[in-house]
Each structure stands twice: as structure tokens, then as C-alpha cells.
């Protein structure tokens, strides 16, 4: 698997966390909500984060 087939195979396994993540609020009271916005917030932050330097660890210059 090349590098980009990784890339988005990790991303539909995250989306796919995400969504079940976001659909068990449902069930929860509502301010149990904040704790679980806050750390969907940090892991998606923190894998854009490692998504925007390449392999070598330089940051890629921001797209046009």
C-alpha cells in the first residue's frame, strides 16, 4: 500500500470513528456532550497537524 492509499484509509477509519463518536450523543446527557467535542477536537486537530509536514517532518507550504 503506497503512502497515499495509507493517508486515506486512515482518514475513512477516523471519519468512521468520528461519526459513531458524534451519532452516541444521542444516548448521552447533554453535558457529557463538551468533554467529547473537546477531544474529537484535539485528535482531528493533531492529525491535520501531522497531515501538514511531510514524511521528512518539514511542514509542506500551505496550498494555493
Not at 503506497?2 to 452516541?24: N, V
Not at 450523543?25 to 456532550?33: A, F, N
Not at 463538551?34 to 500551505?62: K, Y
Amino acid at each position: 500500500m503506497d503512502p497515499k492509499e495509507q493517508a486515506e484509509a486512515l482518514a475513512a477509519q477516523i471519519l468512521d470513528s468520528t461519526r459513531q463518536r458524534l451519532e452516541s450523543l444521542e444516548s448521552r446527557p447533554t453535558p457529557e456532550h463538551v468533554a467529547v467535542f473537546d477531544a474529537l477536537h484535539q485528535e482531528l486537530s493533531g492529525m491535520l497537524g501531522a497531515l501538514d509536514h511531510d514524511t521528512d517532518g518539514r511542514q509542506r507550504p500551505p496550498v494555493s
